[in-house]
């Protein structure tokens, strides 16, 4: 932990005294090769970009132990006035404790000249690799942190540029949906919650609430019988799926309550048989009958979530559906509202987001499509706090143009604070 803390200072001193760099290119100037090698592997381990050429110069730049104050100085006005270089990181060794003052003055002196040329957005950086005591240097109106080891200061430096690009984004947009009734949505968990408190929603309360919010489940109808599910399949087309119907079932497949890829009539007449039978056994015949859907094809399973924490506020989840996300647990997580950028970050974070993009034979989903519905999410979650937690596991990803397909959903309600 103290290691956590020293690292939080050393980025606080690099951001409050220096400009931040334009970009990621570190030149470094040494007067001995080994702290130059650590300077240059800490600095790329941070992300940073340590150019073989820097102003026509080596980079690490290494001025031998013999080098005195004047060649510091130049080489840093120097490099202040490259275009190439975002950043320096200026490495004094000590060899004689009696010339540090003069190396420091001579940095500082460098600095101020390249000042003037107009290097204002040029960070620089100084580690002495002598006593940690050693303090800032002034120039000018001008603090220069200085770091005992070259890690620190190339750890700083990283932070710095990191928080630089974050910052050149462009702000993302807050969307807004004009069939969204959140009102409407609101008024019913307030309703729900009043009378049952916190509490999963029925089959019938949940499409309520989705139908407010504009969205829909995929095509599914409940059968009471083999005969009714055939005739359901026969419907729909095959392949069709089956699930167990029951507010006892929030996981499915843990009670292995689906039967996929159902592509005849005995296929679904078996299927029905054996989840009923399964209902009377894990759900002491707590159920509500026997879900008929269409099975999807090329199609991506995704997870879309929405959970109220009590700390941070509501947190918009995505990532792949189905049992992949218990098992790879690739999930990313925002605090709502959600600007548009949040939702293609979230998108884009996930491991998996190959998949999504097209791999191998499969095509590309529709990510636009997507990022709609993890917004209205998040509309839900910042509006609406009596929405405890709203699932849906799978949302079937579909080709570029066809949108998606919440297949499984589930919702709990409950008081609040807010």
Not at 408 to 418: E, F, H, K
Request: proline letters at 6%; aromatic letters at 6%.
């Amino acid at each position: 932990r103290a290691d956590t803390i020293d690292e939080m200072f050393d980025v606080a001193s690099c951001l409050d005294s220096q400009p931040l760099p334009r970009g990621r290119r570190v030149a470094i100037v040494t007067n001995a090769g080994g702290p130059g090698i650590l300077a240059a592997d800490a600095c790329m381990a941070a992300g940073l970009d340590v150019l073989p050429i820097a102003a026509g110069m080596t980079n690490p730049l290494d001025l031998f132990a013999s080098a005195g104050a004047d060649a510091y100085r130049e080489k840093i006005e120097t490099l202040l006035a490259a275009d190439d270089v975002d950043a320096i990181i200026a490495i004094y060794t000590t060899i004689d404790s009696r010339r540090t003052g003069a190396i420091l003055s001579a940095i500082k002196d460098g600095v101020l000249a390249g000042r003037r040329q107009g290097a204002e957005n040029t960070s620089v950086l100084i580690c002495t690799m002598a006593s940690p005591e050693t303090p800032p240097v002034r120039a000018g109106d001008e603090t220069i942190p200085v770091y005992e080891f070259p890690e620190q200061a190339a750890r700083a430096l990283g932070k710095a540029a990191a928080y630089a690009a974050w910052r050149a984004i462009p702000s993302g947009t807050y969307p807004k949906f004009e069939k969204l009734r959140l009102r409407e949505a609101r008024d019913l968990c307030r309703q729900i919650s009043r009378a049952r408190g916190d509490a999963w929603l029925t089959a019938a309360e949940l499409q309520g609430v989705l139908h407010a919010a504009d969205l829909r489940l995929a095509p599914g109808v409940v059968a009471h019988s083999a005969e009714e599910a055939a005739g359901l399949a026969r419907v729909f087309g095959y392949p069709v799926v089956a699930k167990i119907a029951s507010p006892k079932a929030l996981h499915k497949t843990e009670l292995n309550g689906v039967r996929l890829r159902l592509a005849t009539e005995r296929d679904v007449r078996s299927a029905y048989a054996e989840l009923c039978a399964m209902a009377g056994e894990k759900l002491g015949g707590v159920f509500d009958g026997i879900l008929i859907q269409p099975m999807l094809s090329n199609a991506v399973e995704t997870l879309v979530g929405l959970s109220q924490d009590a700390m941070f506020g509501p947190q918009v989840a995505f990532g792949l559906g189905g049992i992949h996300v218990e098992l790879f647990r690739d999930v990313a997580f925002r605090t709502a509202p959600l600007t548009d950028r949040d939702a293609d970050e979230m998108m884009r974070s996930v491991r998996g987001f190959g998949l999504l993009q097209g791999y191998r034979n499969q095509p590309p989903v529709d990510l636009p499509a997507l990022r709609d519905l993890l917004l209205k999410i998040s509309c839900l979650g910042a509006q609406i706090p009596e929405l405890l937690e709203l699932e849906f596991n799978p949302v079937m990803a579909l080709q570029v143009g066809r949108g998606y397909q919440i297949v499984d959903a589930r919702a709990r309600v409950g008081p609040t604070a807010r």
